[in-house]
């Protein structure tokens, strides 16, 4: 039986406590230390997860303690410094999305990473959710053709600024907070993209960013995708904030409907399943469909470290990302089409 991998945290704070959770899901790691620079929340961390040691600074914890992988899970505006110290120690690394808060500073991380020869990825767990691993297991089927066109939809009047109350004063909102899940999923279903154009909209005035979105892409074997995001929107059913699709081809459709239904429509009529996420007893039932996708995307990111390959979303995968999301800013700022390959 292969020992267990032991793993530090860095960042205790709301979204940790199911990261955390979801890798004692999995299995196969062992939490031997926290980090947070308000040391109390760190205690309560390692309490409630049996972590052994205790820190308020991440460098003397890199130093003392025998990692096999270090799971970054702070405030974006500090992930650069703690996965450059990782490299630095020459531990291997996850980190939380988005990976950097502007693009030269993402791909200074994954340079770094790469110079240093340190296993890098970002914990980008959307593509991971059961019913999206459908939608693209229905595209690369080909029963329905090839797609032509495609929309990935998140909206919702859900308030997020309950739990992360920093995400109101943060000047790019959306687009870096569920923009870099859609535009991911985006990228998964459909390839790299090579055009793109953006427009913003802020309708909540007590919030510092944007918080709707639409981005226009033109992807893969020439297919239209259209990214909607809005954290502005009252719908007829909301239990909790999901991911809608449609996905047109050329001889059916495939869709993904806000209650868990995917539905393959051909000239022969249409086939239906629905995919409920797992539920365990750590999740919020406010983010139960997100949550529930932590626990794969932790068993691939163990596979890929155990293994030595890349991530599925490795920091050069993710990288792509990032220029679509950074882009689609730039896009939004000046009202002109980017092309994000060109300046790859």
Known sequence: ?????????????????????????????????????TKCEAEATAVRFGAPAVYDDAEAL??????DFVDIITDVSTHSQFVELAARYRVPVICQKPMASDLATAEAMVRTCRE??????????????????ELKRTIEEATIGRPFRGRVTFSTS???????????QTPQFIITDIGSHIIDV??????????????TRRVNSAIMGEDVATVMMEMGEGVTVTCEMSYASRLEYERYPET????????????????????????????????????????????????ASIVPCNAHLLEALRSGCPAETSGENNLATMRLVFGAYE??????????????
């Open 1 to 37: 039986m292969m020992r267990p991998l032991r793993y530090a945290v860095l960042g205790c704070g709301f979204w940790s406590q199911f990261q955390i959770a979801a890798w004692q899901e999995v299995g196969g790691v062992e939490l031997i230390a926290v980090y947070n620079r």
């Open 62 to 67: 890199l130093a003392k303690e025998p990692l």
């Open 116 to 133: 240093a020869g340190v296993f890098f990825a970002v914990h980008e767990n959307w593509r991971w959710q059961q019913c999206i691993r």
């Open 158 to 168: 859900f308030s997020v600024f309950d739990n992360q109350p920093f995400l109101r």
């Open 186 to 199: 985006a990228r998964f279903l459909f390839g790299e993209a090579r055009s793109l154009n953006c427009q």
């Open 244 to 291: 809608y699709a449609l996905i047109e081809c050329g001889r059916g459709s495939v869709s993904l409907t806000q209650d868990g239904w995917v539905r393959v429509t051909t000239a022969d009529g249409t086939l239906a399943r629905r995919y409920v996420p797992p539920h365990y007893s750590w999740m919020d039932s406010r983010y139960e469909v997100v949550q």
């Open 331 to 344: 896009s939004a700022a000046t009202g002109q089409v980017i092309y994000p390959q060109r300046g790859a």
